[in-house]
């Protein structure tokens, strides 16, 4: 009887550490996440951006990073035959200011699409999460509010290492959110129909705001 349990009792104990990943296959585990997240890429057909108008907001925050994800965006669009005095670029402190500053140039009316771009790389506490969370949503909800595509530009990495994975070389994410300006601003025009384009671009308008408030409505409300 006892031989029987000490035979279950190892039996079990080998089912664990069969089920149970070494350190080194872990590790390697991890790493080969991490090569596949910066290898990713999306594939894109022949765009043609002649036409589109991308406004750039970018953060000053981790300068150097988000400096190089912005080249890589601009040499996506110069492929894509965006003009160069069709590229409106801008900049804000940091992450959290970017969906405000895009839903200013969303609704300025000069742009067909928006390239946010920032890096956001995780410290001791939880201000990386809240920072993260409310960026991406604030941006999301700029697009969805005002029919102007706003490409998510923003690396949430855990490290420097995963940064420059991803920001450098032939794994440069911004060239990805150059195109995908590009493709947004197009399906954009096609929905909505091609409207007149404004003379300068930018948050400024070429035309004069008119004071509406001597014209009154006979009703309360949107029509």
């Known amino acids: 009887m006892i031989t029987r349990a000490l035979l279950l009792v190892a039996l079990a104990a080998s089912s664990v550490v069969g089920f ?5 296959r872990a590790f390697a585990v991890k790493q080969s996440s991490l090569k596949m997240a910066a290898d990713s890429e999306v594939s894109f057909s022949n765009l043609d951006g002649s036409d589109v108008r991308v406004g750039i907001i970018r953060t000053r925050w981790n300068d150097e990073h988000v400096t ?12 894509c035959n965006v ?14 200011e970017l969906p405000l ?10 742009v067909d699409a928006i390239i ?9 506490t939880m201000h990386f999460e809240y920072i993260c969370d409310a960026t991406c949503k604030g941006i999301m909800n700029v697009g969805l509010q005002t029919s102007v595509p706003c490409v998510l530009g923003v690396l949430t990495c855990l490290t420097e290492e995963q940064v420059i994975a991803r920001s450098t070389g032939d794994h440069n994410h ?6 995908t300006a590009v493709e947004m601003a197009l399906l954009r025009n096609e929905a909505m129909g091609a ?21 009154k409505k006979s009703r309360v409300g949107f029509f």
Do not use: H, Y
């Open 195 to 215: 409207k007149a384009k404004k003379e300068k671009m930018g948050f400024g308008s070429a035309e004069p705001v008119k004071d509406g408030s001597a014209e």
């Open 101 to 110: 500053a895009a839903r200013f140039l969303a609704l300025s009316g000069t």
């Open 20 to 24: 149970a990943p070494s350190g080194s």
């Open 116 to 124: 946010c771009a920032g890096v956001l790389i995780k410290g001791d």
């Open 83 to 96: 003009k160069e005095e069709n590229i409106f670029e801008t900049e804000v402190p940091g992450s959290f």
């Open 68 to 79: 190089n994800l912005v080249n890589g965006a601009r040499s996506a669009l110069k492929e």
């Open 174 to 179: 911004g060239v990805d959110w150059g195109k």
